[in-house]
T-cell receptor, first 111, second 112 residues
Framework: DVKVTQSSRYLVKRTGEKVFLECVQD?????MFWYRQDPGLGLRLIYF???????EKGDIPEGYSVSREKKERFSLILESASTNQTSMYLC??????????FGEGSWLTVV | KQEVTQIPAALSVPEGENLVLNCSFTDSAIYNLQWFRQDPGKGLTSLLLIQSSQREQTSGRLNASLDKSSGRSTLYIAASQPGDSATYLC???????????FGTGTRLTVIP
């Protein structure tokens, strides 16, 4: 069965901390994505990757970076967390133009 | 930049009713239009994908239509059930690589 796993479901971090959100997919997909979802704003694309070691900025990359050292793993990094980064973060993967699969989400609160 | 709108934001219907959810987009140069379901506190599940060359797609009680020229898509749910209660999101793919622009969703409640 298809699986996108976000290892941390709920996190509470302090302002200024470095935060890592990890995502692993078991489908050998080339494409991986990070979105954030906020009430009234919907899902917005932060970063995406079409291959190992490749990354592209989405609509709202400021304050974030990503790492894709292995095909199955795509990490989102908040270099210095701020309260306006409190949100639900969703990872997704797909192969080409085919169905996109989402993880369960990671709820991040920055205090 | 593509903007996707879903109206209404929330909808309540009695069980058994047929219903239509609406999605509009500003840039008709899309590769495909996708519909998703999201249960509270969960990720998204893909429901239907309509290619730009298609007019509609069906899966069980769900039927999605696409009118590119008018920038509209609809999701029709037949004989609604309480288990259909969820938020439904549409998204436009501009490039064919699942780089999606999402609407803010319609929260559907089906009352038993």
């Amino acid at each position: 069965d298809v699986k996108v796993t976000q290892s941390s479901r709920y996190l509470v971090k302090r302002t200024g901390e470095k935060v890592f959100l990890e995502c692993v997919q078991d489908m050998d997909h080339e494409n991986m994505f990070w979105y954030r979802q906020d009430p009234g704003l919907g899902l917005r694309l932060i970063y995406f990757s079409y291959d190992v070691k490749m990354k592209e900025k989405g609509d709202i990359p400021e304050g974030y970076s990503v790492s894709r050292e292995k095909k199955e793993r795509f990490s989102l990094i908040l270099e210095s967390a701020s309260t306006n980064q409190t949100s639900m973060y969703l990872c997704a993967s797909s192969e080409g133009v085919n169905t996109i699969y989402f993880g369960e989400g990671s709820w991040l609160t920055v205090v | 930049k593509q903007e996707v709108t879903q109206i209404p934001a929330a909808l309540s219907v009695p069980e058994g009713e047929n219903l239509v959810l609406n999605c509009s987009f500003t840039d008709s140069a899309i590769y495909n239009l996708q519909w998703f379901r999201q249960d509270p506190g969960k990720g998204l599940t893909s429901l239907l994908l309509i290619q730009s060359s298609q007019r509609e797609q069906t899966s069980g009680r769900l039927n999605a239509s696409l009118d590119k020229s008018s920038g509209r898509s609809t999701l029709y749910i037949a004989a609604s059930q309480p288990g259909d209660s969820a938020t439904y999101l549409c998204a436009a793919d501009q490039t064919g690589a699942n780089n999606l622009f999402f609407g803010t969703g319609t929260r559907l409640t089906v009352i038993p």
